[in-house]
DNA sequence: CACGAGACCTGTTCGC
DNA sequence: TGCGAACAGGTCTCGT
């Protein structure tokens, strides 16, 4: 579910605040629930008890799809994977079905973790880079050129959507924003990667950075019933409109599945060139 | 190195 | 209406 702008958008909204004056940030961490200890990557469930009870909440910040949040002494990453949502609440709410781990604030804030499909982890760590070291560059940072683009694609023989997807070899593109930047880019999925020329791989880069930024711009898309508020869900061009007209060319949108994704693409705007 | 299948989970939608 | 199949924003591991 969650990819870089939905997981952005929490971490703004956790950094913000709500109108209620819900702003976690500053505050100590009382205590910890720990609904399903499966949630916990590391360290144990007790000592990550022990160890994040008195904690501030120092900032909070995204890597990827990684949630950090800075703490006193340690950085607690979060990834939401399939289904995980963070919310705000207060202490007196009843824990929500699949809540899997609540965090007690002071001044009776409580941060929950809820997560139907149980794939999310949660790490307590001071060294952050044990976790994220193998994650790619951040496709927003502007570090990150075309020419330097194109030289990694150009290492690759392979499929340009499970590519995008590897989180090692980019972070933060999942299956939605995928499709959408492949779209922009107007590159067949099952392109091999080291068969893009400069051009194509600026436009790549070019169509990645306009679908990730409209996605924050948007606060995210909110599918079912989760991220509330984000909007992109009503802007997507090919992402789940098997069937319907391009919004470029009007050819039906076509599905085909690539290393076990859906995948959603304009067989006239994308044509595969071998 | 690349790729496909299977696993991890629960909930919703689709097709007969 | 009922019921099983298919599908879902992600990632890891194993076998070829």
Redesign the pocket.
Known sequence: ???LP?VETIAKALREGGRDGSAILGRRIHRAHLLWE?TLETPSPGEFKSRIAGQKIRNVGRR??YLLLDLSTDTMLI?????GDLLVETKHHSPA??HRMMLDLEGGLRLSFND????GRVWLTQEPRTVLG?LGPEPLDANFTAPYFYELLR?????IK??L?D??FIAG????YTDEALHSARIHPLT??DSLDLTQAEKMLAGIRQVLREGISRN????????RG?DF?NHFRV??RTGEPCPDCETPIE?I??????THFCPTCQPFMK
Request: aromatic residues 8%; hydrophobic residues 35%.
């Open positions: 579910m969650p990819e939905e499966g990827g799809k990834h939401l994977r399939m289904s079905p699949h139907p499909r149980k794939f193998k290492a690759r023989h392979r499929q499970p590519l997807l989180q090692a593109l999942g299956n939605i091999l990667a995210g898309a909110s599918i079912d019933w989760v991220y984000g869900q992402y789940q599905r599945v690539v290393g076990q994704r859906g």
